[in-house]
């Protein structure tokens, strides 16, 4: 089993910026890979990027040149930083792991809230 924990969230004008945190715990040696998703009300959760094992990094178009995800070994921990926010990022977003065995496992969310 694996944890996961977000913080990170709030309000914040367009064009500023935030940086979310997922910290993992429990069988993180089994993880592949670990991404950050997004759902926004009355739409369907996206990817927003994800990290695999050698950190190579995949961004969802919306968020290459604005987000940069990476992530610390020695924590247990994945962080997004979202720089030039605009109202359209608003959503709550999802921490994510795989495991080696393709077994997904997401934390509580955490809300971004853009205004304009």
């Known amino acids: 089993q694996v944890r996961l924990v977000e913080s990170g969230g709030g309000l914040v004008q367009a064009g500023g910026s935030l940086r979310l945190s997922c910290a993992a715990s429990?069988?993180?040696?089994?993880?592949?890979?670990t991404g950050w998703y997004r759902q926004a009300p009355g739409k369907q959760r996206e990817l927003v990027a994800t990290?695999?094992?050698?950190?190579?990094?995949n961004y969802a178009d919306s968020a290459k040149g604005r987000f940069t995800i990476a992530r610390d070994n020695a924590k247990n921990t994945v962080y997004l930083q979202m720089n030039s926010l605009k109202p359209e990022d608003t959503a709550v977003y999802y921490c994510?792991?795989?495991?080696?065995?393709?077994?997904?496992?997401w934390g509580q969310g955490t809300q971004v809230t853009v205004s304009s």
């Open positions: 990290i695999d094992r050698s950190s190579s990094t």
């Open positions: 994510n792991a795989i495991s080696s065995f393709n077994h997904n496992y």
């Open positions: 429990g069988v993180t040696f089994n993880v592949k890979a």
